[in-house]
């Protein structure tokens, strides 16, 4: 099985992320990875507990950090969508307290 059906078969996984991203870039630590993408240190803890998700703005962080595509970034995590799907409800306004 190459790399590519490798990562596909793993599930949902940021700590495989994280660890891939501290590789990379030669780090020592999640402390280490935290001031490079200029995030607290409980975030990425947290994220890597899978208590907080990986933000979109995240993800870009690390592109703009790593040079990774957003695309590698996402296997890495193994997220293997192909299209992204908003509901209807994210454009609605929302109704005030008072109407």
Known sequence: MNNEGAMQQRG??????LGSLIGK??????AALSRALEV???MISKIRHRRLPVTASL???MH?????SISELRSLL???RNKFR???QHFKPKQGRNE
């Open 12 to 17: 949902y996984d940021p700590d495989h992320l």
């Open 25 to 30: 870039l030669n780090l020592k630590n999640d």
């Open 40 to 42: 607290s240190p409980p």
């Open 59 to 61: 993800l870009i962080r």
């Open 64 to 68: 703009e950090v790593s040079d990774l």
């Open 78 to 80: 193994g997220d293997r």
């Open 86 to 88: 908003i509901s209807e």
